[in-house]
Structures are given as C-alpha cells and as structure tokens.
C-alpha cells in the first residue's frame, strides 16, 4: 500500500490481510471485510472467529480479515515505551499527580516522534479505509460488505464518505458517531460507566459469601473507593514485580465493565477482591492472567499496541487544548463521576501531537446499514447509535434493551441479535422498521 495516497508511487507500507473463501458459489455476495475495533484492534483472524455465528451465511461470503495499517502482521510501529496504558490512564486525586501526568504524555509523545515521525502524518483512520478500498479493487469486486466492531463502526462510516456507492451489506456493532470520536476516547461515557459500576457492585453484594466485597451495593463502591483511595497514597504492590498506581488503577475498573455476562462479572470481582487485599498491604499474588494484564499496561510488553492506538487516535483528531483545560474537565466531572470522570477527561499524548494531516471526517451521506446497540453500552454509548440513526435514515437501528455490553453479534449469546444480524447478511434486505431485543 501507498504510505502516503497523495504520493501513490512513493513508499510502500505492507498490509496483512487474510481470506476465507466462500464455499456456496450458487449464492455468494462478495467479500466482507471484518474488523475488530480498538483503535489498533488486529483483525486478521477474524474470518474464523466470526464464521461460527455465521453459521451457513458464511458460506456465501469471501470473509476477509485485515490488520489495519501499523498493527499487528502489518508494517509495525511501535515508540519504545515503557509502558501499555497511554491512551487510557487517570489524572490522579490532586493537581500535583495531574501535573506528573503532562509530563508523561509530553514525553511518550516526543518518544514517538523521535522513533517515527517520518510515518506518524499517515497513521489515520482515512487512510485505512484508502487501505480498505485497495483490497476491494484487488478482489475485482465493485463493493463491499463490512462488518465492523466499536472504532470498526467509525472506520467503516468514513470508508462510505470516502467511498460512496461502494459498500453493499454493513453491519455497524456497537456504533460510534463521528461527532463523538476524540482523542479521550471515553469522553462521553462516564455516566454508562458509573452505571455499570453500580450494577456490578449490586450483583457482586449478592456474591458477598463468594467475594467478601460487601454485602450491600453500598458496601461494594466502599471498598472499590478503599482501593482507589489506598493507591492515591501509595501504590499498591502486586507480586513482587508490580506497583499500581492510581493512574493504571481505574482502567481496571472500566476495562472489567464492558459486559455484564456472569463470567465477566467474576473476573473483575476476583480482581477486585485481590486488590482490596493490597489496598490493606497485604501480600499478595496476581494469576496469570491478571500478571499478563499488569505486565502488558505497566511494562513496554504494551507499548506497541498502546502506540499504534495512540497514533491513530492523535492522527485522526489531535488539537490543543492547553494543558489547563483537561485539569479542569476532570474536576468539573469527579463528583458526579468519581472513577470514569479523571480517566475519560484526562490528558493523552494527543496534547503534543502534530496537527493531523487531514481533518477529521464529516459525514454528509445516507448509508443503508444494520446498527447493533445495547442500552447500557459502557465504551460506545447507546446515543452514538441514536445519532447515526437520524444521519443514515436509510439504516435500520437493532436495539438491546437493558443490557451493559459492549459488542453484541457473535459476543453476548443473544440469538434474537445474532437471528438478525445473519438475516440480513443473508437476504440483503434490512428490516421494515427499527427492532429490538431482550439482554
């Protein structure tokens, strides 16, 4: 692929992609191109992960896999930080940590600069979906369909602005508005977090013989608070190798808050009840799947990835704000929004990013598209999909009622989404009318 598509014939990039061919010739569509979100999110493997809640409908597609531009078997970046959770860390509980936390940004910024400022301009979402388009012409296909997840909702509404007319089937799971993509990625989503919060702390007090986190919701938020509060201090030891601050602290809460399924509500109870163990300075040892969790936010084991959505995310929408004015963002929101308000305000790299080559899109068309949301949607707030419903009257908007998801096809174990989805991919045809179904 072109580096930069102003200059077709300069350098190249590599693009991994990967095909699972369709095997029913007698009623094959085309290509569907998947992917996985992120920002950064491999999808290479995709065509296999999702034939299975594809069912016979998989049969009909090419299903086609891509690592965006910079991620995962693609042409690689990474800035060489010692750390993975630079898109998604906290300010802290006072200006003095806040302050900490600017120079942290400003230094992985110049590290990524240093390391790759030559390529950084054409890290963007406009040039995956360019990408995206390459792969179309080299199918010889006239269209494609798409199957996209989170930020995948996003890449594939800017490839129909880029691309008019050459998209057939899109499902859009879990759907993000362009007019709410920004560099603090979860600006917008504190309320739905703290929701979720709530709710997990009242199915975690029914649990309290299993946990020991409380026996009331109450109780439950007071212990997730004597963890927050403890770190605030000093950082919690976690084996010998790990110290946790109250910067990485809260990703742990939100990234446990991404589905209200019971396997994933224990996991971050475990967690919880681990940590509440070290709020008190307890010793303590993490499993081995939280060590991979705390080496990959806390070591540069994260640093690739981290960077690559870094890069996006700042390629596509970085602008200065003065220093100033997260600080101020994130105390206007910490009383109402304690644990998602100092994360989803706070600072990112993108502060000391150079101004994006291209501006960010704007959507003036009308795609025909299913739209899959829940209600409760922590990350990809449910009035994201609500705004793309009114932009695309042609779409069609599938509904989850009450349920705290994030991520429904093929994720949740809900056959009404799953009947629906694999309807459409199958017939082409989109629903009379809005639907929706029952967590």
């Known amino acids: 692929m072109p580096l930069d598509y102003a200059d077709p014939d300069g350098r190249t990039i590599t693009v991994a992609v990967s095909r699972l061919k369709a095997t029913d010739t007698a009623h094959r569509v085309g290509p569907l191109l998947l992917n996985d979100g992120g920002p950064a ?3 290479l493997q995709m065509p296999l992960t999702k034939s299975e809640v594809m069912g016979e409908v998989a049969d009909r597609y090419d299903l086609i896999g891509m690592d965006p531009r910079f991620v995962g078997r693609s042409t690689p970046l990474d800035c060489g930080w010692d750390l993975g ?29 240093s390391a790759h400022g030559d390529v950084l301009p054409y890290v963007t979402t406009r040039n995956t979906a360019r990408d995206m388009d390459v792969i179309r012409a080299a199918l010889g296909e006239d269209a494609l369909s798409y199957l996209g997840y989170s930020y995948g909702s996003y890449l594939g509404e800017v490839y129909t602005q880029l691309f008019p007319g050459r998209t057939d089937r899109m499902v859009l799971d879990g759907v993000h508005s362009p007019d709410r993509y920004s560099q603090t990625l979860l600006h917008g989503a504190e309320a739905a977090n703290e929701a979720a919060l709530r709710a997990w702390a009242s199915w975690a007090a029914t649990r309290h013989d299993t946990y020991g986190l409380g026996a009331t919701r109450g109780k439950v938020l007071a212990t997730v608070q004597h963890i927050l509060d403890a770190a605030a201090r000093e950082p919690l030891q976690i084996g010998d190798a790990y110290l946790l601050d109250e910067h990485v602290l809260p990703f742990f809460f939100i990234g446990g808050l991404g589905s209200d399924l019971d396997n994933q509500r224990a996991d971050l109870a475990a967690t919880v009840r681990l940590l509440a163990r070290a709020a008190d300075r307890e010793p303590v040892e993490p499993s081995e799947e939280l060590t991979g969790r705390l080496e990959f936010l806390l070591t540069g084991a994260g640093s690739a990835s981290a960077s690559q959505m870094t890069a996006i995310v700042c390629g596509d929408v970085a602008e200065r704000r003065g220093v100033g004015s997260y600080w101020h963002a ?10 998602a308000g100092p994360l989803a305000n706070h600072i990112t790299p993108c502060e000391f990013w150079d101004q994006p080559a291209e501006a960010p899109t704007v ?20 009035a994201g999909a609500e705004a793309m419903r009114e932009q695309w009257p042609s779409s069609r908007l599938l509904t989850v009622e009450g349920a705290r998801q994030h991520g429904m096809y093929g994720e949740y174990g809900n056959s009404c989404v799953d009947e629906r989805v694999n309807a459409y991919l199958r017939t082409g045809r989109l629903p009379t009318h809005d639907l929706a179904c029952e967590a």
């Open 41 to 43: 999110g491999p999808s």
């Open 85 to 113: 959770s630079a898109p998604l860390r906290s300010a802290g509980a006072d200006l003095a940590a806040y302050r900490k936390e600017v120079a942290v940004a400003r230094e992985l910024a110049g590290r990524c600069e």
């Open 330 to 339: 994130v105390e206007a929101s910490r009383e109402r929004f304690p644990l």
């Open 363 to 382: 959507l003036d068309n009308d795609v025909p598209a299913l739209l899959v949301a829940a209600t409760g949607d922590p990350r990809t707030v449910y």
